[in-house]
């Protein structure tokens, strides 16, 4: 980072973002892709460019674009977003299908479908090729574009031994942050085609992401593409392992078999209610993402020695 050739990426002249981002584009089969500080604002930009005003996007009932962005697709685009059940993590066809016909009856007319891979509040669930192809297969039908909020593509690709590019085959325009499992600091990348990034790229101006020498965090992205990747595998192995102490410990608690990638979403009342609290003061932080959901969260800086001292926490705790 210290050392990166930078210059002005308002004006598309930063060496380093620019490789970053035909990096990005070239591991996920795409034409283009753009550098954002945040996974919630390359959400946003693909909401504003890929859906029309007045009309719905329809998304997973728990959804990031639902549930964590603050309203921010009504308020940015005008759009309404229309949740749809995802109890297994993923989205029903014919659920889709049927939300698109309700058009017909003086609903809003559908103009995108967001899927979210893996699917965090499922235990960071991968949705498989053929999942994605058959919701990707009813948006054909109805000329409706699929967009994939990808925060965590690379876990999917890793837990399913499958190329990113396979997985975002069948979507119009993807984005992953490189702040999570990949280990930079800072930022997302919204990839797509050539003229959706161009436009994509005016509105991010307009809602104030454009950043001048980036190319000093986008070097920690490249880093983090070129040798960040394969080593995710490590951080599935350890959230299973807790996965499975947390079912041994508290039955109920969650189902070791669905943990597939870093996450860990345990229900919090098969738990101790001051769960969090003791193994706060063991030095392990946990987090809620709903009143009745605690996770648990591996990454590059959990080693097998943290994992250690997780496991005997809980073992000890009453």
């Known amino acids: 980072m210290a050392e990166a050739e930078v210059g002005d990426d308002v004006y598309g002249e930063d060496p380093t973002v620019n490789r970053f981002q035909e990096r990005a584009a070239e591991l996920l089969g795409t034409e283009a892709a753009l550098y954002v500080p945040t996974g919630t604002m390359a959400n946003q930009l693909a909401l504003r460019v890929l859906a029309r005003p007045g009309t719905e996007v329809l998304c997973a009932r728990r959804a990031h674009v639902f549930r964590y962005e603050a309203g921010a697709a009504a308020w940015n685009s005008g759009l309404q977003l229309h949740p749809l059940p995802d109890d297994d993590g993923l989205l029903d066809p014919e659920a889709v299908d049927a939300a698109i016909a309700q058009s017909a009856y003086h609903s809003p007319d559908v103009s995108l479908i967001a899927v979210e891979n893996t699917h965090m509040p499922s235990g960071g669930r991968p949705w498989r090729p053929a999942e994605l192809a058959a919701v990707a297969g009813v948006g054909r039908r109805h000329d409706i574009p699929l967009y994939c909020d990808g925060a965590r593509i690379w876990n999917a690709a890793v837990a399913l031994a499958v190329p990113a590019a396979e997985l975002v085959s069948g979507v119009r325009a993807v984005?992953?942050?490189?702040?999570?499992?990949?280990?930079?600091?800072v930022g997302s990348v919204l990839c797509g085609?050539?003229?959706?990034?161009?436009?994509?790229?005016?509105?991010?101006?307009?809602?104030?992401?454009?950043?001048?020498?980036a190319g000093v965090i986008a070097a920690a992205g490249l880093v983090a593409l070129d040798s960040m990747i394969e080593?995710?595998?490590?951080?599935?192995r350890r959230a299973r392992r807790i996965a499975e102490a947390l079912a041994e410990r508290w039955p109920g608690s969650v189902d070791p078999g669905s943990v597939e990638t870093n996450l860990v979403c345990a229900r919090a009342n098969q738990l101790p209610s001051d769960l969090s609290r003791r193994l706060e003061s063991d030095g392990i932080r946990t987090g809620t993402i709903d009143p009745g959901t605690v996770?648990?969260?591996?990454?590059?800086?959990?080693?097998?020695?943290?994992?250690?001292?997780?496991?005997?926490?809980?073992?000890?705790?009453?």
């Open 295 to 318: 996770r648990f969260a591996t990454h590059k800086d959990v080693d097998d020695a943290d994992l250690e001292r997780v496991l005997k926490s809980l073992s000890t705790t009453a």
């Open 231 to 236: 080593r995710l595998a490590d951080d599935h």
């Open 175 to 185: 984005m992953f942050c490189v702040s999570k499992g990949l280990g930079a600091p």
């Open 193 to 213: 085609p050539a003229d959706m990034i161009a436009e994509a790229r005016l509105h991010r101006q307009r809602l104030g992401g454009a950043m001048r020498q």
